[in-house]
C-alpha cells in the first residue's frame, strides 16, 4: 500500500515526534492537537515539548511543506493515535485505565475513513483496546467493513503498535529501535508494518494486537519491578546503616547481577501507569505486579518522613531556630534526569507535600523549566542550583539531572542533606 499522507492524532511527547519523522521521509504529515497553542507553535515550526533535536526535524518539516498541524482530523491513507491514556478511578487499589481520550480520537476520525484506510493505535493500552477502537469506529461508520466482522477483507485495517523510546533520545530511538505490530488480521499487521519501514530502520515485528498491547505492559512492568527491589533495598539499607550506593556497585560486580538505581520512586507516563493496566484486568493474578506498584507508589511518603527527620535533625544542632526558619530546597521536578517532562513524577509530588506541611521557605529547582507548573507548588521560589545550596538548610536531591553532578559533596556538608538519587552520598 501506498502512503501519500498520514495523519498523526495527537502531538504530544510521541505523536510530534513521531509526525516530525514521517515528515522527514518526504511524506504529507497532518498532525492533530486539541490543544491550540501547541497547533500555532508547531505551525510556525517551532515545539511546545522539551526533546533534544526534535525543534530541527519540526523546522524543517513545517518549512518544506510535509508537516502542518491542525485542530480537526483530515483525510488521509493511514491514521494514528497518539493521545493519553489516564486512570478514571481506582477499584479497590488497583487503578482503572480511562480510554475517554482514545475514544474521542476514534469518533473524531471515523466521518472521514475510507476503503482502504489504515488505523494504527499507538497509545499504551489494556489488551483488547485496539478491539475496542474498531468497535467504535464501526458504530459510526456502519458504510464500511472493520476486521472484527469481515476478517481479511475488511474495508479498513485495525493495528496496534506502541512506541518503545526513551524521553530524551526520542527522535533516534524512533528510527532504531524495532517495533512490535500487531494487527487484528494478518493483512492488517503486514499493512501497519509497511507504513512503519517508511521511517524505522530496527526490525518491524508482527504479531497479534492483544500480544502487541501486552508487550508493551509487559516492558514497562519488568522495569518497575527491577526498580521495586531497588528501592526497597534502599529503605532496608537506611534501617540498617548501610551505604545503598556502595552496595548495589559492589553487588553489581558479580557477572550475573545487575541491579538498578533506587530513586523517590516512579514517575512518566509509561512505567508508573503500564502496570496497572494488567492489575486492572489480572488483578487475582498480577500479584508480583502489583506489589511492586504499591512499593514504588509509597516511596515518596518514605523520602517525606526523612526531610522531616532531616529538618527535626538541623533544629536539634540549631536550638535558638524555629521550623519557620528552615528553607528546604528540592532539587530537580521532573520524572527523571535531564527531560521537562513533568507527568507522574514522583519528585514533583514530594516538593508538593512538603511545600504543604513546611511552614517555612521552600525552593525548588529544576534546570530544564524556566517557569512553575500552571497550580503547582504556588508560594514555592524556582531558583536556580547555586542559589538553592545557599540558602537551603536541608537538600532534598529528587533527580540526577547532570547539571547538579558540579555540587560537590563538600559544598553541601554543612547541610542536612536527603539524596534519594546518590549525586552526594555516592561521591
Known sequence: MTFNTICMVGLGYIGLPTAAVIASRRKKVIGVDVNPVAVETINRGEIHIVEPELD?????????????????????????????????????????????????????????????????????????????????????????????????????????????VLPGHVVRELVENDRVIGGMTDKCSEVAASLYKIFVEGECITTTARTAEMAKLTENSF?????????????????????????????????????????????????????????????????????????????????????????????????????????????????????????????????????????????VVEPNISVMPAGKLEGAELVDADAATAVGDVLIMLVDHKAFNTISKAAVATREIVDCRGVWDNQ
Open 56 to 164: 530541527i526535524v519540526v523546522h524543517a518539516a513545517v518549512t518544506e511543506g510535509y508537516l502542518r498541524a491542525t485542530t480537526s482530523p483530515e483525510p488521509a491513507d493511514a491514521f494514528l493515535i497518539a493521545v493519553p491514556t489516564p486512570f478514571k478511578s481506582e477499584s479497590g487499589n488497583a487503578r482503572v485505565p480511562d480510554l475517554t481520550y482514545i475514544e474521542a480520537a476514534s469518533k473524531a476520525i471515523a466521518p472521514i475513513l475510507e476503503k482502504g484506510n489504515l488505523v494504527v493505535l499507538e497509545s499504551t493500552s489494556p489488551v483488547g483496546t485496539t478491539e475496542q477502537v474498531a468497535q467504535w469506529l464501526a458504530e459510526a461508520r456502519p458504510d464500511l467493513t472493520f476486521p472484527q466482522t469481515h476478517g481479511e477483507s475488511s474495508d479498513i485495517r485495525v493495528a496496534h503498535c506502541p512506541e518503545r
Open 223 to 363: 522495569r518497575d519491578v527491577n526498580i521495586a527491589f531497588a528501592n526497597e533495598l534502599s529503605i532496608i539499607c537506611d534501617k540498617l546503616d548501610i551505604n545503598v550506593w556502595e552496595l548495589i556497585r559492589l553487588a553489581n560486580r558479580h557477572p550475573r547481577v545487575n541491579i538498578l538505581q533506587p530513586g523517590p520512586g516512579v514517575g512518566g507516563h509509561c512505567i508508573a501507569v503500564d502496570p496497572w493496566f494488567i492489575v486492572s484486568q489480572t488483578p487475582d493474578e498480577a500479584r508480583l505486579i502489583r506489589t511492586a506498584r504499591e512499593v514504588n507508589d509509597s516511596k515518596p511518603e518514605w523520602v517525606l518522613e526523612k526531610v522531616q527527620q532531616a529538618v527535626g535533625q538541623f533544629l536539634m544542632a540549631n536550638p535558638d531556630k524555629t521550623a519557620r526558619d528552615v528553607t528546604i530546597a528540592c532539587f530537580g521536578l521532573a520524572f527523571k534526569p535531564d527531560i521537562d517532562d513533568l507527568r507522574e513524577s514522583p519528585a514533583l509530588k514530594i516538593a508538593e507535600s512538603v511545600l504543604a506541611a513546611h511552614v517555612g521557605k521552600v525552593v
